[in-house]
T-cell receptor, first 114, second 110 residues
Framework: EPEVTQTPSHQVTQMGQEVILRCVPI?????FYWYRQILGQKVEFLVS????????KSEIFDDQFSVERPDGSNFTLKIRSTKLEDSAMYFC????????????FGPGTRLTVT | GQQLNQSPQSMFIQEGEDVSMNCTSS?????WLWYKQDPGEGPVLLIA?????ELTSNGRLTAQFGITRKDSFLNISASIPSDVGIYFC??????????FGQGTRLTINP
């Protein structure tokens, strides 16, 4: 069964460093998303991406964040200058030509900022 | 923005028992989704509901879209150890964004 994959599974970085989190969405899906989950809290929307552009973003997704689909399969989230409060699980999700709300999530990247 | 409130926050049950949990909102949703999250993993979509009053099953799981469109329920029958995890309800806010509840943590005693 097709699934969303994410790399790395765990990333440790120092405050102020740039990180890139990578995702391979399900191959025939058209909508791509990033969510984050701070430890013990609920899942929060960051950004949605369709047709090679951001279609929606939350207030969390400020100028430090950017997304890119560099080729036909990868979808990346870049955090330009990490802060301690960026420590969280970051989930990539995708949805297909059916209802856009049926979003399928990857296993996540645990980002630890020290 | 719309907030989803789940209850109970946690449940401790015996294997074999049935489970009921719910999700409520102060505003109307046109879609309800239920996800399960295992420790250290991403949420897995269990059931999607699109019509008020709809009752949908997925194996031992049954979910209902409340007729007021402000609530949804998830039932698990004859629980087994692999049902352990956190169950999240979610609904759309805007064109594509999902908003999640805070989750119901299910623990099963064998």
């Amino acid at each position: 069964e097709p699934e969303v994959t994410q790399t790395p599974s765990h990333q440790v970085t120092q405050m102020g460093q740039e990180v890139i989190l990578r995702c391979v969405p399900i191959s025939n899906h058209l909508y791509f998303y990033w969510y984050r989950q701070i430890l013990g809290q609920k899942v929060e929307f960051l950004v949605s991406f369709y047709n090679n552009e951001i279609s929606e973003k939350s207030e969390i997704f400020d100028d430090q964040f950017s997304v890119e689909r560099p080729d036909g399969s990868n979808f990346t989230l870049k955090i330009r200058s990490t802060k301690l409060e960026d420590s969280a699980m970051y989930f990539c999700a995708s949805s297909g030509t059916g209802p856009p709300y049926e979003q399928y999530f990857g296993p996540g990247t645990r980002l630890t900022v020290t | 923005g719309q907030q989803l409130n789940q209850s109970p926050q946690s449940m401790f049950i015996q294997e074999g028992e049935d489970v009921s949990m719910n999700c409520t909102s102060s505003s109307i949703f046109n879609t309800w989704l239920w996800y399960k999250q295992d420790p250290g993993e991403g949420p897995v979509l269990l059931i999607a509901l699109y019509k008020a009053g709809e009752l949908t099953s997925n194996g031992r799981l049954t979910a209902q879209f409340g007729i007021t469109r402000k609530d949804s329920f998830l039932n698990i029958s004859a629980s087994i150890p692999s049902d352990v995890g956190i169950y999240f309800c979610a609904g759309p806010q805007g064109a594509q964004k999902l908003v999640f509840g805070q989750g119901t943590r299910l623990t099963i005693n064998p």
